[in-house]
């Protein structure tokens, strides 16, 4: 079968031939329905310095995907052949102390599907059977395949209350965006978002924000100051920029809560810690999604809350065409894209 892989340790993706992968005691194999590019797939794409330290070449890529249960190895008894499911991208040793206690998104033996060992971007793939989690009724497959990243941002938003509350996002990617969606299912009281992408600005609005600033043509912190005179009951830090992050500090209320989810490249800028300390601001950094109250949360909002991601998913690509959408995505011009593999 064919596959997306690096093939080589360079710049790009490759489509290349590889053996139909056999399934193994624990695993499942899946048939792959839809795949959703991330973020992540693009440090591997252009080969930067932790793509380069964490890939080995030959690696089948893909995290975010979905697809139908076509044979099950020895010992699963979880999910059975015909079931859909989707996939989670952490994958644990399920009798670690550390799993066992929720926190197997943190756990130092931790590994990820598409990044240590081959991923789902192909038609067939095999996958722990804890990795393949089923989909409920009602959930739409293109949904489906993204339920990974989608779980970043409900972890993030659902790091507090959330109903009733303002809350600030900074940073407009699809996490960013998502977590708009999950906001405003939840009964946000006023959401505002800052995005330097007039393109982003604008699904940010489609997906739900009250209103959108943008850094580089106004004064976000003037603004915020005006509208919240005593802070924002939270701020969602999601653009891993350091003037983001002084932003979040400054104008998040005093015993308010800031969840990171932007991961920093600049650490020599200076965070003013006095004023986390002197504001008695609560900062938890987040990372993936707690296995698997995030994903009863996000089962929950996708079922019962109403919650609609429509407004980020802005590309549906067959998956041969996977170097325009990571083009796509290069460009910023993009939400969410859809690779379809149901064609084989
Ligand atoms: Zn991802």
Redesign the pocket.
């Given at each position: 079968m064919k596959a997306i892989a690096k093939a080589h340790a360079e710049p790009g993706l490759q489509i290349i031939d590889v053996v139909e992968p056999e399934v193994r005691p624990g695993c499942v194999k899946l048939r792959i329905e839809h795949g959703s590019v991330?973020?992540?797939d693009l440090h591997i794409y252009n080969w930067d310095h932790w793509a380069q330290n964490r890939i080995h070449p030959p690696r089948i890529v893909g995290?975010?995907f979905c697809g139908t249960v076509v044979e099950v190895g020895e010992g699963v008894t979880r999910v059975k052949v015909g079931d859909f499911v989707a996939s989670e991208?952490h994958i644990v040793d399920p009798s670690s102390p550390v799993y066992l206690a929720g926190n197997g998104h943190v756990d130092p033996t931790t590994t990820i599907l598409g990044v240590d060992v081959d991923g789902g971007f192909s038609p067939f793939a095999v996958i722990p059977e804890l990795n393949a989690r089923p989909v409920p009724a009602g959930v739409p497959h293109n949904v489906a395949s993204m339920m990974?990243?989608l779980g970043n941002a409900v972890h993030t938003v659902m790091d507090g209350p959330v109903e009733g509350q303002t809350v600030l996002i900074t940073g407009l990617g699809p996490i960013g965006m998502f977590a708009v969606a999950v906001c405003k299912a939840l009964g946000a009281a006023k959401i505002v978002a800052t995005e330097v992408s007039p393109y982003r600005i604008e699904l940010g609005l489609r997906a739900g924000a009250d209103l959108v600033l943008n850094p580089t043509k106004e004064n976000a912190d003037e603004v915020l100051r005006t509208m919240f005179p005593t802070g924002v009951d939270a701020t969602l830090e999601m653009s891993g920029h350091p003037g983001s992050l002084a932003l979040a500090i400054e104008r998040t209320r005093s015993e308010g809560r800031i969840s990171l989810l932007g991961v920093y490249s600049d650490v020599l800028r200076m965070v003013d810690f006095n004023q986390i300390v002197f504001k008695g601001l609560r900062l938890h950094g987040i990372v993936g999604r707690r296995m698997w109250d995030t994903w009863d949360q996000m089962t929950w909002l996708l079922t019962e809350k109403g919650l609609d991601v429509n407004a980020v998913i802005t590309h549906h690509v067959p998956w041969q065409d996977f170097d325009s959408a990571m083009q796509q995505m290069k460009s910023g011009e993009a939400g969410k894209i859809v690779l379809d593999f149901s064609g084989g």
């Open positions: 991330c973020g992540t995290h975010e991208s990974d990243a």
